[in-house]
């Protein structure tokens, strides 16, 4: 019998692993979508894409590439808005990822940013919903990030490059400097009590 495809949007290649284990579990084909214009600066976004081509073929996936390098498309999308920034990021990636999945007319789609607990989970599950109606095609939702450690710990095993930070400049930023990440906290906490 013919396995359903599912179209997994991947942010990089150690977020990969459990996802994928956990799909083909559940009796999926995934294939892969490389698509991330956020990821800066360039040296960063070729060696994530080396990355996940190691992981692509030590698992046997199939990787759909889009190799262009965003920064502009994405600092137009962001600019102004620095600090809300991750739903533009996973609007962004995720429309594109709904879109490819109903010209293939795959099963389903989903994303490995459910597997991080560093991302905003609801509203990367709220997105992938709201386009799921908009192309017809359905989101394969799961909370991935129970395994989060187990593809850790893979990751290590296999030897594939863990990034430092999430993908943007300015998440680079943050990352060094401590001020500014406090600064961010404080303005989401803000939001979600507002
Ligand atoms: S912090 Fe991560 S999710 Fe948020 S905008 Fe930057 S790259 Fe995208």
Redesign the pocket.
């Known amino acids: 019998m013919k396995k359903k495809q599912i179209l997994l949007h991947i942010c990089c290649g150690p977020c990969t692993l459990y996802p994928l284990k956990v799909l083909r579990e559940e009796g999926f084909e995934a294939i892969g979508f490389f698509y991330n214009p ?2 800066h600066p360039y040296r960063e976004f070729r060696r994530r894409i080396s990355a996940l081509r190691q992981v692509a073929e030590k698992k046997d996936l199939e990787v759909i590439w889009n190799r262009d390098y965003g920064l502009r498309t994405f600092l137009r999308e ?1 600019i102004f808005r620095e600090d809300d ?2 739903e ?3 609007y962004l990636r995720l429309r594109e990822t709904a879109r490819l999945a109903a010209e293939l007319k795959a099963e389903a789609f989903t994303t490995t ?1 459910l597997y991080s607990p560093f ?2 989970h609801e509203l990367i599950r709220d997105i992938g919903e709201a386009l799921a109606a908009q192309f017809k095609v359905t989101f394969f939702y799961q909370d991935f990030r129970p395994g989060y450690r187990k593809g850790q710990e893979e990751a290590i095993t296999l030897g594939i490059y863990r990034q430092p930070y ?3 400049i ?2 680079e930023e ?1 990352r060094y400097d401590k001020k500014l990440r406090r600064r961010r906290q404080r303005h989401e906490s803000f939001h979600r009590i507002s």
């Open positions: 956020n990821i962001v920034r991750c533009v990021c996973y940013l991302q905003k999430c993908g943007c300015f998440s943050e």
